[in-house]
């Protein structure tokens, strides 16, 4: 089993800063795939970024490319994301995910993930 809990959200106006975290507990977590989604009030879940093991291996959806920075600290068995230039589009529920992935991959799909943490809210005012 693992346990995650993401820290570090809260509310910033646009054009700020915010840098999220996810602790895992309970496993290692160096060989699993950890990623990020968020929920917008009446919105769909969505991917936002995520990181496999493998060098290299990180996806960025669209809308965050250039703006959000996903990283792992295998050693602190925790994933950040460093979300830049935010604007009132990404305010949602942030939580994170992972699930082992033997071949150093992220997947894109959330129902792939096996482990989720509880989220945190980002708002961006405008």
């Known amino acids: 089993q693992v346990q995650l809990v993401e820290s570090g959200g809260g509310l910033v106006q646009a054009g700020g800063s915010l840098g999220l975290s996810c602790a895992a507990s309970?496993?290692?977590?160096?060989?699993?795939?950890v990623a990020w989604f968020r929920q917008a009030p009446g919105k769909e879940r969505e991917l936002v970024a995520a990181i496999g093991w493998s060098a290299g291996s990180t996806y960025y959806a669209d809308p965050v490319k250039g703006r959000f920075t996903i990283s792992r600290d295998n050693a602190k068995n925790t994933v950040y994301l460093q979300m830049n230039s935010l604007k009132p589009e990404d305010t949602a529920v942030y939580s994170c995910?992972?699930?082992?992935?033997?071949?150093?991959?992220?997947?894109?799909?959330?129902?792939?993930?096996?482990?989720w943490g509880q989220g945190t809210q980002v708002t961006v005012s405008s």
């Open positions: 309970g496993r290692t977590f160096s060989r699993y795939a």
């Open positions: 995910a992972c699930t082992y992935s033997p071949y150093g991959s992220y997947y894109s799909r959330g129902e792939l993930y096996n482990y």
